[in-house]
């Protein structure tokens, strides 16, 4: 199993990203998909979760409102579209299955300053 993470960046606080995930190695539609995050000296949190179908998501308080997940399973590929972003968003993001599969990607770096 394999997952790229994309569309990470310097964004200033207010703005927005969409990250992509995209998996391979692995039937897609089988699995929850979630979005993690580790900001510096921090451990890693969970952020987002959608079901293998894309009708439940659930986020972390910190997020609810303000992120988006959601799925294309013909394109075996995950979403994060992030809105008013905050400085404490700043961290890398990671996407995986659940359960877990394979090893974690390299990430996708988001950063909010201004």
């Known amino acids: 199993v394999q997952v790229v993470e994309s569309g990470g960046g310097l964004v200033q606080p207010g703005g927005s990203l969409r990250l992509s995930c995209a998996a391979s190695?692995?039937?897609?539609?089988?699995?929850?998909m979630n979005w993690y995050r580790q900001a510096p000296g921090k451990e890693r949190e969970l952020v987002a979760r959608?079901?293998?179908?894309?009708?439940?998501?659930n986020y972390a308080d910190s997020v609810k409102g303000r992120f988006t997940i959601s799925r294309d399973n013909a394109k075996n590929t995950v979403y994060l579209q992030m809105n008013s972003l905050k400085p404490e968003d700043t961290a890398v993001y990671y996407c995986?299955?659940?359960?877990?599969?394979?090893?974690w990607g390299q990430g996708t770096q988001v950063t909010v300053s201004s």
């Open positions: 959608i079901d293998s179908v894309g009708t439940s998501t």
């Open positions: 995986r299955t659940s359960p877990r599969l394979g090893s």
């Open positions: 190695g692995v039937t897609f539609s089988n699995y929850a």
